[in-house]
């Protein structure tokens, strides 16, 4: 890597991970190695020019901002002989700004943008973000809010099938169960998915979902794209509990996708019935495609060896394995095969600025009809 990249990579990065609104110790553990260990002036005038400066009114989270600014300034204090004095009057902004009362506050939401970042470019040029994601997301994930959170498993679908575009290029229709934020839809879309449905089964993550899709220009409600069916996603309430099967088989799709949606034992059945409905082999549409990354040799696929019907790839974090096994056993009961395809399929890293996400720890299943 030449020396100019070397040292613009780490700011990059900060940048990103700033804009993508990571926790603020990633913040500063990023701020740290762009400074060769510590927050020098150099890296502070970054994080005040660079990523405040021109990106506070965009994302409008003065909250995260003031509590950047904070971490920052104890940070240099304690490390540095110099705080540049831009920092303490930006914090002093922040602290009597109206903006502290915004109303992107009071809902409890906040704009993140996930930028993708192609990992076959070691040098620092506008080539190198592939994608950018921008998505409303939910302050609490513990308080009702599960849909409207970005976790793990959606990041790691993501890098999936960036890694493996060809897979989902041109197919025909495409649906997530329990998309929640829809960041899964934006990437589908990216590769050249001939139609992308979007599901969820809780009214307020729809209405978010919608949202977020607008702001990605890939939906638009109550409109002439409506009206044409030009919208590139489609966002749909479905319910596993109260999906009839003639709702689900007007829906069947080629690929049927899922992020972090095995987690409520009470819910699995009714997963397992979605799936089984969805996934049954009556047109057998799939066909072996080539799903070799970009410049890459290819492999056969699907990883489990099936070639028709189509095929379900859920990523999960197993948090519990009493309600993983307990879908495992669903799902042999309903003759669907399950194979861990994790090592197999590893998925390149688009997100090597994201150190809160902990891609170790989700697991990605190839899920096929065997009746
Ligand atoms: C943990 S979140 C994952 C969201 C998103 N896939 C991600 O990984 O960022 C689980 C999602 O499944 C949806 N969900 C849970 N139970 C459901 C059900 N019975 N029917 C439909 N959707 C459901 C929730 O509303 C939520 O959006």
Redo the contacts with the bound molecule.
Sequence with gaps: MASEDAEQLPLLHLKLAFLALEPPACILALARKAGGGSVTPHIQNFILESCIGTNVGQIQDYTYVKIILKKVIAEAELSSDIVIDGLYEEFARCMSSKANNSSLNMSGKICKEISFLSPTYNNVSSNQVSLVARLSCSTNMLEGD??C???P??LFLSEFILSFPKLFSKKRCFEQ?????G?VGVCLNYVGASKVILT???AS?LINMKANMEMNNLYAEDSELVKESKNKVECKY????EASESDLWDCRTDLVL????I??PS?VP?LVRVLSTLLGREDGRCETVNVGRDEEPVNEVPWNGATRGPLAYMATVIRNADTFNCFAKAAADAKLSVVNITGAAAPSSFLPYMLSYERSSVQLLEITSLS
């Design positions: 599960t849909g959170s970005l976790w498993s959606s169960l329990g998309s929640g934020v960041l969820d089964g809780d993550t479905l319910s596993w509990e899922g992020a972090d949606i987690y409520n819910c009714h």
